[in-house]
């Protein structure tokens, strides 16, 4: 789950990582005033609260010397649509704004922790060319880009934190406070099991380091043991999404017109893929588990069915241990109770197949039966056209 | 002899009192599988599926000399549960497990380390994971065992029922496998691409593979350089998740495309320019190692 700005700042703050002075986070401009003064003296930035990188240039960041600047800048801000290059051509809607002081910029560091799956353990990567995007400073100077192991156990010692210091070039009049930062940083990582925190630019001010933007993603398999973090929104799930995972279902939402339901993960990917292979295009990703019932099957449907993009179904179930003629069953009984109104086209595999596909044709229920997976696509792309 | 797992495998299921454990140990017990006790803390001296139940595994292998462990052992538990069986004496740990923290493997991993650097050998497969099966031998997992028939074709996979459905084609088109080993969908796995292929190429049951990756970080990247410098045996590769969005987690916690890294073109550019055979279409997967293979069955 990805945090935003302003919850990440939170969380450094109460670690004790320096963070701009703090004005708070507006939804309307009637708020704005008393924001600013909390923030303390001009200038003051407003940032937009969306999921994205890139917002900067993208018209989400802006610096206001007066308070009418302040005024203006925020009604034009709240409310806008944001298109940054990490939000792949749609728009995210500036629903928030957080308010802070200026900070005086020496020079910008980029720091992050992130869980390295090739070394199975965190690693700090770190870069002195800080405020550009990770992904551009290491295809445009990968020789400047610092990587570091941490041991899970241990945490960031001390003289390893001394170390990316020196390497950064941090001066020697701020390294102790750079340490700290890096220390509590990834301490904060490995008590909130993160994926990834990330503060760029963290930048060195005359007297010290600040923590200009910050970054959180947490791993959500750890969610149970941060029940203040699994208590926060996810920004990022659309209602069908966070619907489907109340549901215990794992959902993500496509730009296409093909709904699928399909169990595992890996078969659910194969599936959108053959569609896409037959010429149409994906709906959705749906893995309705291991035990697809008909009270699983009747959820998974109306959560397909409530994106109005979807024109037909696809269900693929590789029946392994739960049999096709409970599946067959299951979605016979989902289907007297929903009305289907587009083509659903089902294709069952594995144990029992026969008798599943039996019961399916004396239902009566009008659906299209598929043979092998490509077969299922080609016909679901078919009735769709 | 095929890999990981034959007939003499001799297995102790940590959660084997469950609901998951029962129903699966019962599963395995149908199919042939030595099970030859099981562990669940506080039920030691009881006896569940005609099976002596331990507290702890340490007592379970030196109660019965079972050496594999299987485990079924909920999130919060099973990273302590896979140490647990590493301390305990077992040097194959098949964790089926979906769901636990990512920092949680990390420390397994270390932990693991600890021990082999001792001199230890250990193979740990998932976790979130079908399993392993040898099919006709032993069947140490979820997945469904009639869709398997014993032969010559090694499978490896990052998914569950996506591999059932890569088998099913291998057996209906009279390819069986030597042994089919499911790695798991998480970002930190016990057991490589690598690993597994390695192993396939030392097995002289073995003759080729099918190794059946997806989307998210870069372990099929490494296999594809392992295969160019070190493979002899042909292997047939699959990719899921061509249509997936970046930035999205699609179902398994490994299965996501972060930036520039991790995609589906990344992983099959190096695969086949590695010499590794790709299939497009997951419906053509059984179809394209049948027609390789029928020169030298004629």
Same mark, same amino acid.
């Given at each position: 789950?990805?945090?935003?700005?302003?919850?990440?700042?939170? &969380?450094?703050?109460?670690?004790? &990582?320096?963070?701009?002075?703090?004005?708070?986070?507006?939804?309307?401009?009637?708020?704005?005033?008393?924001?600013?003064?909390?923030?303390?003296?001009?200038?003051?930035?407003?940032?937009?609260?969306?999921?994205?990188?890139?917002?900067?240039?993208?018209?989400?960041?802006?610096?206001?010397?007066?308070?009418?600047?302040?005024?203006?800048?925020?009604?034009?801000?709240?409310?806008?649509?944001?298109?940054?290059?990490?939000?792949?051509?749609?728009?995210?809607?500036?629903?928030?704004?957080?308010?802070?002081?200026?900070?005086?910029?020496?020079?910008?560091?980029?720091?992050?922790?992130?869980?390295?799956?090739?070394?199975?353990?965190?690693?700090?990567?770190?870069?002195?060319?800080?405020?550009?995007?990770?992904?551009?400073?290491?295809?445009?100077?990968?020789?400047?880009?610092?990587?570091?192991?941490?041991?899970?156990?241990?945490?960031?010692?001390?003289?390893?934190?001394?170390?990316?210091?020196?390497?950064?070039?941090?001066?020697?009049?701020?390294?102790?406070?750079?340490?700290?930062?890096?220390?509590?940083?990834?301490?904060?990582?490995?008590?909130?099991?993160?994926?990834?925190?990330? &503060?760029?630019?963290?930048?060195?001010?005359?007297?010290?380091?600040?923590?200009?933007?910050?970054?959180?993603?947490?791993?959500?398999?750890?969610?149970?043991?941060?029940?203040?973090?699994?208590?926060?929104?996810?920004?990022?799930?659309?209602?069908?999404?966070?619907?489907?995972?109340?549901?215990?279902?794992?959902?993500?939402?496509?730009?296409?017109?093909?709904?699928?339901?399909?169990?595992?993960?890996?078969?659910?990917?194969?599936?959108?893929?053959?569609?896409?292979?037959?010429?149409?295009?994906?709906?959705?990703?749906?893995?309705?588990?291991?035990?697809?019932?008909?009270?699983?099957?009747?959820?998974?449907?109306?959560?397909?069915?409530?994106?109005?993009?979807?024109?037909?179904?696809?269900?693929?179930?590789?029946?392994? &241990?739960?049999?096709?003629?409970?599946?067959?069953?299951?979605?016979?009984?989902?289907?007297?109770?929903?009305?289907?109104?587009?083509?659903?086209?089902?294709?069952?595999?594995?144990?029992?197949?026969?008798?599943?596909?039996?019961?399916?044709?004396?239902?009566?229920?009008?659906?299209?039966?598929?043979?092998?997976?490509?077969?299922?696509?080609?016909?679901?792309?078919?009735?769709?056209? | 002899?095929?890999?990981?797992?034959?007939?003499?495998?001799?297995?102790?299921?940590?959660?084997?009192?469950?609901?998951?454990?029962?129903?699966?140990?019962?599963?395995?017990?149908?199919?042939?599988?030595?099970?030859?006790?099981?562990?669940?803390?506080?039920?030691?001296?009881?006896?569940?599926?005609?099976?002596?139940?331990?507290?702890?595994?340490?007592?379970?292998?030196?109660?019965?000399?079972?050496?594999?462990?299987?485990?079924?052992?909920?999130?919060?538990?099973?990273?302590?549960?896979?140490?647990?069986?590493?301390?305990?004496?077992?040097?194959?740990?098949?964790?089926?497990?979906?769901?636990?923290?990512?920092?949680?493997?990390?420390?397994?991993?270390?932990?693991?380390?600890?021990?082999?650097?001792?001199?230890?050998?250990?193979?740990?497969?998932?976790?979130?994971?079908?399993?392993?099966?040898?099919?006709?031998?032993?069947?140490?997992?979820?997945?469904?065992?009639?869709?398997?028939?014993?032969?010559?074709?090694?499978?490896?996979?990052?998914?569950?029922?996506?591999?059932?459905?890569?088998?099913?084609?291998?057996?209906?088109?009279?390819?069986?496998?030597?042994?089919?080993?499911?790695?798991?969908?998480?970002?930190?796995?016990?057991?490589?691409?690598?690993?597994?292929?390695?192993?396939?190429?030392?097995?002289?049951?073995?003759?080729?593979?099918?190794?059946?990756?997806?989307?998210?970080?870069?372990?099929?990247?490494?296999?594809?350089?392992?295969?160019?410098?070190?493979?002899?045996?042909?292997?047939?590769?699959?990719?899921?998740?061509?249509?997936?969005?970046?930035?999205?987690?699609?179902?398994?916690?490994?299965?996501?495309?972060?930036?520039?890294?991790?995609?589906?073109?990344?992983?099959?550019?190096?695969?086949?320019?590695?010499?590794?055979?790709?299939?497009?279409?997951?419906?053509?997967?059984?179809?394209?190692?049948?027609?390789?293979?029928?020169?030298?069955?004629?």
């Amino acid at each position: 789950m990805k945090l935003l700005e302003h919850e990440a700042k939170e &969380i450094l703050k109460a670690r004790g &990582i320096p963070v701009p002075p703090n004005g708070g986070v507006i939804k309307t401009t009637a708020g704005l005033a008393a924001a600013m003064k909390r923030a303390g003296k001009a200038p003051w930035v407003l940032k937009a609260q969306v999921l994205a990188g890139g917002r900067g240039k993208a018209g989400g960041i802006k610096l206001a010397k007066t308070p009418k600047e302040a005024k203006a800048l925020a009604k034009a801000m709240l409310g806008m649509d944001l298109i940054t290059h990490q939000t792949h051509g749609h728009a995210l809607k500036v629903k928030e704004l957080l308010v802070e002081g200026g900070v005086k910029i020496e020079r910008e560091i980029y720091l992050s922790v992130v869980m390295d799956r090739r070394a199975a353990a965190p690693a700090i990567i770190a870069s002195a060319q800080g405020g550009m995007e990770i992904e551009t400073l290491a295809a445009e100077h990968p020789e400047a880009i610092i990587r570091m192991t941490v041991d899970p156990n241990t945490g960031l010692p001390d003289f390893q934190a001394r170390r990316l210091a020196f390497a950064l070039k941090v001066p020697a009049d701020r390294v102790g406070a750079f340490v700290k930062v890096a220390k509590t940083l990834v301490r904060a990582f490995l008590d909130l099991d993160c994926s990834m925190l990330e &503060i760029n630019p963290l930048v060195l001010t005359p007297t010290g380091v600040v923590a200009l933007d910050a970054k959180v993603v947490t791993d959500d398999n750890a969610l149970f043991r941060h029940p203040d973090l699994a208590a926060k929104p996810d920004h990022e799930a659309t209602a069908l999404e966070t619907a489907a995972k109340k549901a215990d279902i794992s959902y993500v939402g496509l730009d296409g017109n093909i709904g699928c339901m399909v169990n595992g993960a890996g078969l659910a990917m194969g599936t959108m893929d053959t569609i896409a292979l037959a010429g149409g295009s994906p709906a959705n990703f749906l893995d309705v588990g291991g035990g697809a019932n008909e009270e699983r099957v009747t959820k998974a449907l109306n959560i397909i069915l409530k994106d109005k993009k979807v024109k037909a179904v696809l269900v693929n179930i590789f029946g392994g &241990i739960v049999k096709c003629d409970m599946i067959a069953a299951g979605v016979v009984g989902a289907l007297k109770k929903i009305k289907l109104k587009v083509p659903l086209v089902v294709r069952l595999q594995g144990t029992n197949v026969e008798q599943g596909k039996e019961i399916l044709a004396k239902s009566g229920i009008a659906l299209i039966q598929a043979d092998d997976l490509w077969d299922a696509a080609r016909k679901a792309v078919e009735a769709v056209k | 002899m095929a890999i990981i797992l034959d007939k003499d495998s001799k297995i102790v299921v940590q959660g084997f009192t469950g609901s998951q454990g029962t129903f699966h140990s019962r599963q395995c017990l149908e199919y042939g599988t030595r099970i030859v006790a099981g562990v669940t803390p506080g039920r030691g001296g009881t006896t569940h599926l005609d099976r002596p139940v331990f507290d702890t595994v340490h007592d379970a292998v030196r109660g019965t000399d079972a050496f594999v462990s299987l485990i079924f052992v909920p999130a919060p538990f099973a990273a302590d549960a896979i140490m647990e069986a590493v301390d305990g004496g077992c040097s194959t740990v098949i964790c089926i497990t979906e769901g636990i923290p990512v920092l949680d493997m990390a420390r397994v991993k270390r932990f693991l380390s600890r021990a082999e650097s001792s001199g230890r050998e250990i193979t740990l497969v998932g976790p979130n994971c079908p399993g392993v099966i040898t099919p006709g031998q032993c069947k140490a997992g979820i997945m469904p065992g009639f869709i398997h028939k014993p032969g010559s074709i090694g499978v490896v996979s990052r998914s569950g029922t996506l591999t059932y459905e890569a088998v099913d084609q291998l057996t209906k088109r009279g390819l069986g496998q030597s042994t089919v080993v499911g790695i798991g969908g998480d970002p930190i796995a016990g057991s490589s691409f690598t690993d597994i292929l390695a192993k396939f190429e030392a097995d002289p049951e073995t003759e080729a593979v099918v190794m059946i990756g997806e989307i998210g970080g870069s372990a099929e990247e490494e296999a594809a350089r392992f295969f160019k410098e070190k493979m002899s045996k042909p292997v047939f590769g699959f990719i899921a998740g061509k249509s997936a969005p970046e930035g999205r987690r699609m179902g398994h916690a490994g299965a996501i495309v972060e930036g520039a890294s991790g995609t589906h073109a990344s992983k099959v550019k190096a695969m086949r320019e590695a010499g590794i055979t790709m299939v497009e279409n997951l419906s053509e997967i059984g179809e394209t190692v049948a027609k390789s293979r029928r020169p030298l069955a004629a």
